[in-house]
């Protein structure tokens, strides 16, 4: 399966930007989708899953209550809403697939995107 991200851009901190990822080449509704996100100088970290159904998700501490994972499989996208950005979430981010459960582990997931830029302005 082939990803590609966008969305990305600046914002100020306490706004909002919607992320999308589109997927192509396979059958989308077989992949729990993640995302991603590395900060300039920092290794890469999960941020959240959403299971193949769409009906479970998984978020880390660090975004849970500000952002929410969504996909819809009729458009093979997969979505990350962010709310009250901080600072802190300057990254570049990346979708990610892969055929096994929710996982947070970055081997796990077998496709990557390409990445899109967030920067959050204090």
């Known amino acids: 399966v082939q990803l590609q991200a966008y969305g990305g851009g600046f914002v100020q901190a306490g706004g909002s930007l919607r992320l999308s990822c589109a997927a192509s080449?396979?059958?989308?509704?077989?992949?729990?989708m993640g995302w991603f996100r590395q900060a300039p100088g920092k290794e890469r970290e999960f941020v959240s899953a959403?299971?193949?159904?769409?009906?479970?998700?998984y978020y880390a501490d660090s975004v849970k209550g500000r952002f929410t994972i969504s996909r819809d499989n009729a458009k093979n996208s997969v979505y990350l809403q962010m709310n009250s950005l901080k600072p802190e979430d300057t990254a570049v981010y990346y979708c990610?697939?892969?055929?096994?459960?929710?996982?947070?582990?970055?081997?796990?997931?077998?496709?990557w995107g390409q990445g899109t830029l967030v920067t959050v302005s204090s």
């Open positions: 959403v299971a193949r159904s769409g009906f479970y998700t």
């Open positions: 080449g396979s059958t989308f509704s077989r992949y729990t």
């Open positions: 990610a697939a892969q055929k096994d459960g929710l996982v947070r582990s970055e081997i796990e997931y077998d496709y």
